[in-house]
């Protein structure tokens, strides 16, 4: 597998390369991991890995190979490009030792992990089997960073020079069907493989974890977690909290857009911002929060499906997603039944429904139980790593040229 995000990172695609590579792993196959130095969503190298330029490692079984590259604290076109360019030169220049394999797997983005992914496959002439979690050219496209269209069409090439290579594509959401068959990719080579909730439900009371966050048994909590990018459009939720004091937003995580949000909310006293939780006590954060958020800008083409959002599912509370009607994570929220959609970047809306939600907690309670069930019957990690089992086994078993 290549895959520039792996553990020891817990949010983004980390939890999925790791969990996919652990399952091969634990299965009683030699399994090898091509990835970068563990950065995100902090977007700030791990201390342990400060100064190392290439390092190997066992971790549950797996041989992790490690590459350094750039890790630019603030995002911008020429840094984004600075960044892919060292994983791909990086890797390219020394790719793992190891015996040849019968598969190689890319988890995209990133770009350059794609794009090495392919060419070490064409290498030992084994089949390449690419798994789509974003498309970084539309990404590149609706972020506003400065020089992003330039940004967009290097992506854009990058990534159908990668898929058009791929035996297989497995694209997590039916929504990125359309874009990945423009690149040139027969549509018969793609499969649907949606990810899986890759945390456990919670174990604590409500109540106990309430308490121990300092969240007031009859205060309404609106939580968002995970990463703090351009892309989620935050400020919503921050003009949200602006309009009701009574009722408490907490950020949860860290990301490129942390300290800018910090000083947004600097006079909004009703608004936190508090580290990424733990791993254990993850689950019973989201479950003491009467409200999950999911925002993201309304320039956004949101084909994806937020890794958050099965984690939100697995909690058991209701999920407000102030996203665009047509995007994937849109019809996910639909799908679940544990949820109700807003108007992306529209403060009013978000706390509106947050509102009706705290005036009806029966009826909260309903969309919230929904959301397990969800993941029992589509989102479990068996059925996830199951399908992830099959795209390869196909691969394997289908034409290698």
Known sequence: MVS??????????????????????????????????????????????KGALRRTER????????????????????KRALFEGSILLHGAVAPPRMPRPHAVMAQMPSLAGGVLAARLAARWKV??????????????????ISGGDKAAALAGRAEAYA?????????????????????????????????????????????????????????TVVLHSGNMGLKQGLEVLVGAA????????????????????????????NLEIIPPAADGE???????????????????????????LTSYFQAGRPVVASVAA????????????????VPPEDPEALLGAVRALAEDPEGADALGAAGPVHVAAHLSREAGLARIDALIDEALGGPQS
Do not use: C
């Not at 649907?192 to 966050?213: F, I, Q």
């Not at 990301?255 to 910090?262: D, H, M, N, V």
């Open 242 to 269: 602006r309009l009701d004091p009574r009722v408490r937003f907490v950020l949860m995580g860290d990301g490129s857009q942390r300290a800018a949000l910090a000083a947004l909310a600097a006079d909004v006293p």
């Open 282 to 308: 993850f689950p019973d954060i989201l479950a003491a929060a009467d409200v999950l958020a999911v925002t993201q800008h309304a320039a956004v083409l949101d084909m994806s499906v937020p890794s958050k």
């Open 59 to 78: 971790r549950a079984g797996v041989t992790v190979h490690r590459r350094a590259h750039t890790v630019p604290a603030h995002q911008t076109a020429v």
């Open 127 to 144: 089949p390449f089997v690419p798994v789509v979690q974003d498309l970084m050219g539309a990404a590149a496209a609706q972020s506003g």
């Open 326 to 341: 047509q995007g994937g994570t849109a019809q996910e929220v639909e799908r679940s039944g544990a949820g109700v959609l």
């Open 163 to 219: 898929l058009k290579r791929a035996a297989l594509v497995g694209v997590i959401h039916e929504t990125f069907v359309d874009r990945v068959v423009g690149m040139g990719v027969d549509p018969q080579r793609i499969r649907v493989v949606p990810n899986w909730s890759h945390v456990p439900g919670p174990t604590k009371p409500r109540g106990e974890t309430r308490h121990h966050l300092g969240w007031a048994p009859d205060q």
């Open 4 to 49: 520039t995000n792996y553990a020891p990172e817990h949010a983004g695609i980390g939890p999925y390369a790791t969990q996919i590579a652990e399952h091969w792993a634990s299965s009683g196959h030699d399994t090898h991991v091509l990835a970068g130095m563990p950065h995100y969503p902090a977007w700030s190298l791990e201390p342990e890995y």
